[in-house]
């Protein structure tokens, strides 16, 4: 079964930093684009930007570019997305999703999400 | 905005039918980049459930069904069920942004 299991939820401080994970299993890691997917309480879905895992390509949104920062280390089959200061306004639930077949495609399956909380 | 337009909103009662609409552009669904739908229920991560504009993943009752014509895309839901009730979106690729887009969302209430 192809899954892809987050970390678990984080409480930080405005100007903290941040790494969390998602880790894919059942397939061929480095065969398949990961996305990074915000939504804010309340809101809805948003593209932040993907990765390919086979050599580390990435590309980001234009809202997010230079915000985060996504990362993958395919010896252990994770995928990362980190923030070097964290704001308030980052308080929001993460989605990691798999393109099983190409960047232009369809997200299947989605990690369980990582919920990020950002306050003083 | 989001790129996508949905209706924030459809209800129904159970057994009928509901559509819900996402319209795009030239760039996106427009441009002929497949469109594909995700059922969230609240807390919850979203679930497949339309891909590559008119198809059902394995699992998915034949109650949804997807259609796309020029630069929109619709869901249709029929025999409403209780367990429906859920945020929908759709989802395709942007060729100006070259990555993925969502629709704003649309909350279905089952009356």
């Known amino acids: 079964e192809v899954q892809l299991v987050q970390s678990g939820a984080e409480v930080k401080k405005p100007g903290e930093s941040l790494k969390i994970s998602c880790k894919g299993s059942?397939?061929?890691?480095?065969?398949?684009?990961i996305a990074w997917v915000r939504q804010m309480p309340g809101k809805g879905l948003e593209w932040m930007g993907i990765i390919y895992p086979g050599d580390s390509y990435t590309r980001y949104s234009p809202s997010f570019q230079g915000q985060v920062t996504i990362s993958a280390d395919k010896s252990i089959n994770t995928a990362y997305l980190q923030w070097t200061s964290l704001k308030a306004s980052d308080t929001a639930m993460y989605y990691c999703?798999?393109?099983?077949?190409?960047?232009?495609?369809?997200?299947?399956?989605w990690g369980q999400g990582t919920l990020v909380t950002v306050s003083s | 905005q989001s790129v996508l337009t949905q209706p924030p909103s459809v209800s129904g009662a159970p057994g009928q039918r509901v559509t819900i609409s996402c319209t795009g552009s030239?760039?996106?669904?427009?441009?002929?980049?497949?469109v594909h739908w995700y059922q969230q229920v609240p807390g919850t991560a979203p679930k497949l459930l339309i891909y590559d504009n008119t198809n059902r993943p394995s699992g998915v009752p034949d109650r949804f069904s997807g259609s796309k014509s020029g630069t929109s895309a619709s869901l249709a839901i029929s025999g409403l069920q209780a367990e429906d009730e859920a945020d929908y979106y759709c989802q395709s690729f942007d060729s100006g942004l070259s990555g993925s887009v969502f629709g704003g969302g649309t909350k279905l209430a089952v009356l």
């Open positions: 999703a798999r393109h099983p077949k190409n960047r232009y495609n369809r997200f299947d399956p």
């Open positions: 030239s760039s996106n669904i427009g441009a002929g980049y497949d």
């Open positions: 059942g397939y061929t890691f480095t065969g398949y684009w």
